[in-house]
């Protein structure tokens, strides 16, 4: 099954010559997914054809004291202690770790 996002490769000539060729045959032999390439085309040069509306300047202003507020309210979560404190005070009493020799 061809799905929307080959489609749009499809359309913008984004594909290698073999999907290209897979697709082209896939819409030369259903219509409704000729079809529905037609939806997804005309989809997009309706969004493309929307102006541009700039963003006022106190709703950006709002935005990044907005912004600058959350960052300096985030807390770095601790990590979780790995050792209990009376484990710590038993190894630190037992003295050195002792390694096995090997015999040579």
Same mark, same amino acid.
């Given at each position: ?10 359309h913008?000539r ?9 697709i ?6 259903q219509?409704e997914?000729?079809? /529905?390439?037609?939806s997804l085309?005309? =989809? *997009?040069? @309706?969004? !493309?054809?929307? %102006?541009? $509306? +700039? ?5 950006l ?8 507020h ?11 202690? /790995?050792?209990s404190?009376?484990?710590? =005070? *038993?190894? @630190?009493? !037992?003295?050195? %770790?002792? $390694? +096995?020799?090997?015999?040579?």
């Amino acid at each position: 099954m061809i799905n929307d996002d080959e489609l749009l490769l499809y359309h913008y000539r984004e594909l290698d010559a073999a999907d290209r060729a897979r697709i082209g045959a896939a819409l030369a032999a259903q219509p409704e997914l000729a079809q /529905r390439l037609q939806s997804l085309v005309a =989809r *997009l040069d @309706a969004a !493309a054809a929307i %102006p541009e $509306v +700039p963003v006022p300047a106190e709703a950006l202003e709002r935005w990044r004291v907005a912004l600058d507020h959350a960052a300096s309210q985030t807390r770095v979560a601790q990590a979780p202690r /790995r050792f209990s404190a009376p484990l710590i =005070r *038993l190894r @630190a009493n !037992a003295g050195p %770790p002792t $390694v +096995p020799r090997a015999s040579v």
